[in-house]
């Protein structure tokens, strides 16, 4: 991937500075690059001290292609310099080097308090050669990560600029690692001599994907027969075949959440954590069944939506009425958003066998996306940032013409090089696709869903009244930040705040870090008058109530991190008692 590319290649840069610096300073101690000290579930971009077991040094090297993803990437950085600061046999200092600017300034002002040094390179005059220096050359620079790094050493060599900045890079590394904040020192240092818990047992369970899919099927299963139509979306998402009798259920998380506590009152439970959008969404992905419908629509009017004016009127017939033209089965619902858009990235993605082919994204990376502007945003960025409402048609909103446009346009240029016999010839790859988008994708992770919050209130763990509250960290504290910056959304009962999270294979590492993140930051507020960290008043004991597929050194490392116990989501008479 490209971002993955890049991040390696800004890595090398950062190896050529530290290689530049050691022999500066030569009590600086062996520098190790992408290895793994023992006691971490993380592997840093960069350790140094005498072996890379016992670092006195620990360097993150991060980049983000948007301000929107900056805030998830800032969860995972505070992951890696928890699990740094309190899994290894030393206590190193631990340093974040980024090199885009677009993060977030408030984000800035977070690390800057959590972290022993930072260098922000793209806010530096030399980081933005050096990030167009990459932008340059990054198609023609090596994959191998050793082979990258002697290729751009030899043309550090052979460029003054670039070298000059490399030059630039290698003093801020140097005050960035020497650098020293007391306040930190006495927060690692009290959080390495707290006393930890010990994790339960890894197993996977299935509450989340269960209850989604059960909702899904809603009463499409009754007494052991199904419709026809119904059978035809569960059939096709896999949730359902068909026996000598009725039907049987061939889903695995389907499977297990029958055969669990919850099969019987799943209504009950759902009653209180389902949205607007979680049920729109449920309805999308029950009208698979209208995707042939959907094909010959665009079959018959592929010359009008293969230019800007056609494909505009037929958004704007969608916008009015979805069903228009389309023959809807007895028993389907009719669609209620403007589902040319969905068709047309699942034949895209079809077409070019690449799940991230086609997206919101796509308006921002158009090359007409900064042809005009609206406010202060080029109307790709925010077609890309806004248009999902219109698309959905959100009653209260109402795009300007020249956002309309733009999307037609860009719409139609996807479908100007399709004919109708490739479209005929995908058509099972489509229907693959918009399952992977709507079903896989957006519906199993749906944030409208929170089914563990649910479960805690329904068995009265938690009550009714209870709210979900943010709170913002010590480091957010310290950085004087107000707003949703640096906040973990939790309950609080008594003396004890409670986070809740489900994951998948996919998914799990990234989560994995975000939590280990997120404890310390709960544990410890900041006392502004004696300018040092503290026990957060009123909080006893921080748990974590788990569902998914966590593997025991997700939940060894979680411990560690900070969290005093965690429970599984079936298991929640032991939450009940641990409350304090």
Same mark, same amino acid.
């Given at each position: 991937?490209?971002g993955?590319?890049?991040?390696? $290649?800004?890595?090398?840069?950062?190896?050529?500075?530290?290689?530049?610096?050691r022999?500066?300073?030569?009590n600086?101690?062996?520098?190790?690059?992408?290895e793994?000290?023992?006691g971490?579930?993380?592997?840093?971009?960069?350790?140094i001290?005498?072996?890379?077991?016992? =670092?006195?040094?620990?360097?993150?090297?991060?980049?983000?292609?948007s301000?929107k993803n900056?805030?998830?990437?800032?969860?995972?950085?505070?992951? &890696?310099?928890v699990?740094?600061?309190?899994?290894l046999?030393?206590? =190193?200092?631990v340093?974040?080097?980024?090199? *885009?600017?677009?993060? !977030?300034?408030?984000?800035?002002?977070?690390?800057?308090?959590?972290?022993?040094?930072?260098?922000?390179v793209?806010?530096?005059?030399? #980081?933005?050669?050096?990030?167009?220096?990459?932008?340059?050359?990054?198609?023609?620079?090596?994959?191998?990560?050793?082979e !990258?790094?002697?290729?751009?050493?030899?043309?550090?060599?052979n460029?003054?600029?670039?070298?000059?900045?490399?030059s630039?890079?290698?003093?801020?590394?140097?005050k960035?690692?020497?650098s020293?904040?007391?306040e930190?020192?006495?927060? +690692?240092?009290? %959080?390495? *001599?707290?006393?930890?818990?010990?994790?339960?047992?890894?197993?996977?369970?299935?509450?989340?994907? #269960?209850?989604?899919?059960?909702?899904?099927?809603?009463?499409a299963?009754?007494?052991?027969?199904?419709?026809s139509? *119904?059978?035809?979306?569960?059939h096709k998402?896999?949730l359902?075949?068909?026996?000598?009798?009725?039907f049987?259920?061939?889903?695995?998380?389907?499977?297990?959440?029958?055969?669990s =506590? +919850?099969?019987?009152?799943y209504?009950?439970?759902?009653?209180?954590?389902?949205?607007q959008?979680?049920l729109?969404q449920?309805d999308?992905?029950?009208?698979?069944?209208?995707?042939?419908?959907y094909?010959?629509?665009?079959l &018959?009017?592929?010359?009008?939506?293969?230019t800007?004016?056609?494909?505009?009127?037929?958004?704007r017939?969608?916008?009015?009425?979805?069903?228009?033209?389309?023959?809807?089965? &007895?028993?389907?619902?009719?669609?209620?958003?403007? +589902?040319l858009?969905?068709?047309?990235?699942a034949l895209?993605?079809?077409?070019?066998?690449?799940?991230? #082919?086609?997206?919101?994204? $796509?308006?921002?990376?158009?090359?007409?996306a !900064?042809?005009?502007?609206?406010?202060?945003?080029?109307?790709? $960025?925010?077609?890309?940032?806004?248009?999902?409402?219109?698309?959905?048609?959100?009653?209260?909103f109402?795009?300007p013409?020249?956002?309309e %446009?733009?999307?037609?346009?860009?719409?139609?240029?996807?479908?100007?090089?399709?004919?109708?016999?490739?479209i005929s010839?995908?058509?099972?790859?489509?229907?693959s696709?918009?399952i992977?988008?709507?079903?896989?994708?957006?519906?199993?992770?749906?944030?409208?869903?929170? =089914?563990?919050?649910?479960?805690?209130?329904?068995?009265g763990i938690?009550k009714?009244?209870?709210?979900? $509250?943010?709170i913002?960290?010590?480091?957010?504290e310290?950085?004087?930040?107000?707003?949703?910056?640096?906040?973990?959304?939790?309950?609080?009962?008594?003396n004890?705040?409670?986070?809740?999270?489900?994951?998948s294979?996919?998914?799990? *590492?990234?989560?994995?870090?975000?939590?280990c993140?997120?404890?310390? #930051?709960?544990?410890?507020s900041w006392?502004?008058?004696?300018?040092?960290?503290?026990?957060?008043?009123?909080?006893n004991k921080?748990?974590?109530v788990?569902?998914g597929?966590?593997r025991?050194?997700?939940l060894?490392?979680l411990?560690r991190?900070?969290?005093?116990?965690?429970?599984?989501?079936?298991?929640?008479?032991?939450l009940?008692?641990?409350i304090?």
């Amino acid at each position: 991937m490209a971002g993955e590319r890049k991040g390696k $290649t800004y890595e090398a840069l950062v190896k050529v500075a530290l290689d530049r610096l050691r022999t500066e300073q030569e009590n600086l101690g062996e520098i190790f690059w992408n290895e793994t000290p023992a006691g971490m579930t993380i592997e840093p971009d960069f350790c140094i001290g005498d072996d890379v077991n016992h =670092p006195q040094i620990v360097i993150l090297v991060t980049h983000s292609g948007s301000a929107k993803n900056s805030d998830m990437k800032f969860w995972r950085n505070m992951g &890696e310099l928890v699990e740094a600061k309190t899994c290894l046999a030393t206590v =190193p200092r631990v340093v974040n080097i980024a090199f *885009d600017s677009i993060i !977030k300034e408030s984000l800035k002002k977070l690390q800057a308090a959590a972290f022993d040094g930072q260098v922000v390179v793209g806010d530096r005059d030399y #980081g933005v050669e050096l990030i167009a220096w990459v932008d340059q050359h990054l198609a023609n620079l090596p994959t191998a990560m050793m082979e !990258k790094l002697e290729v751009i050493t030899e043309m550090v060599g052979n460029n003054d600029g670039l070298n000059r900045a490399i030059s630039r890079l290698t003093e801020d590394l140097g005050k960035a690692i020497t650098s020293t904040l007391p306040e930190l020192e006495q927060l +690692w240092g009290m %959080e390495k *001599d707290r006393i930890r818990g010990k994790a339960p047992v890894a197993r996977d369970t299935y509450v989340r994907r #269960g209850f989604t899919k059960r909702i899904l099927l809603g009463n499409a299963i009754n007494g052991g027969s199904i419709k026809s139509e *119904d059978y035809i979306w569960a059939h096709k998402v896999g949730l359902l075949n068909r026996a000598i009798k009725g039907f049987h259920i061939v889903d695995h998380d389907l499977e297990w959440f029958m055969s669990s =506590p +919850w099969a019987d009152s799943y209504e009950a439970v759902s009653g209180n954590c389902i949205t607007q959008g979680f049920l729109q969404q449920v309805d999308k992905v029950r009208s698979i069944v209208l995707l042939e419908e959907y094909t010959r629509y665009v079959l &018959e009017h592929l010359l009008e939506l293969q230019t800007k004016e056609g494909m505009l009127e037929h958004l704007r017939k969608q916008l009015t009425n979805p069903a228009e033209s389309i023959d809807i089965p &007895e028993g389907v619902l009719a669609p209620q958003n403007i +589902w040319l858009f969905d068709y047309i990235g699942a034949l895209i993605k079809a077409r070019t066998n690449r799940s991230q #082919g086609f997206g919101y994204s $796509t308006f921002a990376g158009h090359v007409d996306a !900064k042809s005009s502007y609206i406010g202060s945003m080029d109307v790709g $960025t925010w077609c890309s940032c806004f248009m999902n409402q219109y698309f959905n048609r959100h009653t209260a909103f109402n795009p300007p013409v020249i956002a309309e %446009e733009y999307v037609a346009n860009v719409l139609a240029e996807q479908l100007k090089t399709v004919s109708s016999l490739e479209i005929s010839r995908l058509s099972d790859d489509i229907i693959s696709q918009y399952i992977a988008k709507e079903y896989e994708a957006t519906l199993l992770a749906h944030r409208g869903f929170d =089914p563990l919050l649910a479960i805690m209130i329904h068995t009265g763990i938690i009550k009714a009244s209870s709210r979900k $509250t943010g709170i913002s960290t010590c480091f957010a504290e310290k950085a004087g930040l107000g707003g949703q910056a640096g906040k973990t959304t939790v309950v609080k009962v008594k003396n004890t705040l409670i986070n809740w999270q489900s994951v998948s294979d996919a998914g799990r *590492d990234h989560k994995k870090k975000e939590l280990c993140g997120r404890a310390v #930051g709960l544990r410890y507020s900041w006392d502004a008058i004696r300018n040092q960290f503290v026990r957060r008043p009123g909080v006893n004991k921080l748990i974590l109530v788990l569902d998914g597929t966590w593997r025991q050194k997700d939940l060894d490392a979680l411990v560690r991190s900070g969290w005093d116990q965690i429970f599984y989501a079936d298991e929640l008479v032991g939450l009940a008692a641990a409350i304090m």
